[in-house]
């Protein structure tokens, strides 16, 4: 674990670092992944990060469709600009999510999902896709689907910010949370801003459009501002409309497994989730779509 401190002192520098992003696909669109990377893993719980877009939903509707695949141990945060997506899963449910409002998926021991187009939508498609790892009193738990239409926002500086998960300024988000984390998405405007931290959290900050000058640093699309336990503030100053997500939590006592669209603690774990999902266990339920259902070869480890 990073070294606690009470505020910013001289080796500020060295606790904030830019991760740069990879790119990536899921179903047939672009995405920029920051999370995990070989050098870093998770940001409090937050273990997945992909910032999916910006594409185009064309005539034909192609541009987006995430067929059938399980998941354990984690929430999905589904959070959109632009463009509108149907989510549907294992426990029956069918729900549009639009830009402004949140899908939270717990997975616990098991759930499936598809993520596909609505069929009417046309135009931009922009979002996020982010992996909250549950600690273990929840993991092994019963799977469920919260959407929320709208959500808790304060003015802060030059800065609207919308509390997706945790508490910000004495503001909090009515989604369901399993640990000690924080979600905030910020649309800043010319100016600076300053928003508190909790000094013993980590932090990442996302850009998703524009770009945002950080603790000296400019971050843009496809990068990710880490921050260290020990700030209690962060300054942002921005020169034209710029959208970031603001990810904080405790930084994990023991690291997580992530092999495919499991997040786990042993190879066990992962080698049985994928057993039963070949198999057609009843773990994972049933996703009432019309595309084939994903599936992998079992991990290197199953071989042996
Ligand atoms: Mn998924």
């Known amino acids: 674990m990073a070294p606690q401190r009470a505020r ?59 067929a059938p695949h399980p998941h354990i141990g984690l929430q999905t945060v589904t959070w959109l600009l632009d463009g509108e997506v149907l989510h549907r899963d294992s426990l029956g449910t069918e ?18 999902h598809s993520e596909e187009g609505t069929g009417r939508y046309r135009g931009p498609i922009q979002g996020a896709q982010l992996w909250i790892a549950q600690p ?18 304060i003015d802060v500086g030059h800065a609207t ?23 905030f998405d910020l649309a800043l405007r010319p100016g600076d801003t300053t928003l ?8 990442a900050l996302v850009v998703l459009t524009g770009a945002v000058q950080v603790h000296g640093t400019t971050a843009v699309p496809g990068e990710l501002v880490y921050l260290a336990p020990g700030f209690d503030e962060l300054h942002l100053t921005v020169d034209s409309p710029t959208r970031a997500l603001l990810l904080g939590g405790i930084p ?3 690291p997580v497994l992530i092999w495919w669209n499991f997040v786990a603690r042993t190879r066990d774990e992962i080698s049985a989730a994928h057993r039963d999902w070949t198999e057609g ?3 994972f339920g049933h996703v ?17």
């Open 95 to 112: 729900q549009v999510i639009a830009p402004g409002q949140l899908n939270l998926m717990t997975a616990g021991h098991g759930v499936s």
């Open 196 to 203: 508190p931290l909790r000094p013993d959290y980590e932090h």
């Open 281 to 283: 266990h009843e773990r």
């Open 252 to 254: 994990l006592d023991d």
């Open 8 to 66: 910013p002192s001289h080796d500020e520098a060295a606790d904030v670092q830019i991760i740069r992003s990879r790119q990536s696909q899921v179903g047939s669109l672009p995405v920029r992944r920051t999370l995990p990377q070989r050098g870093l893993r998770t940001v409090g719980p937050w273990c997945f990060v992909d910032h999916m877009g910006p594409a185009t939903i064309d005539d034909a509707g192609r541009g987006l469709g995430v």
């Open 288 to 304: 009432d779509s019309s595309r084939p259902r994903t599936d992998v070869d079992p991990p290197i480890w199953s071989k042996q």
């Open 136 to 153: 273990d009193e929840t993991r092994h738990a019963q799977p469920a689907f919260e959407h929320f239409a709208e959500l808790p926002a």
């Open 161 to 183: 910010a919308t509390v997706l998960t945790g508490e910000l300024d004495g503001t909090a988000s009515p989604a369901r949370r399993d640990s000690d984390h924080s979600g």
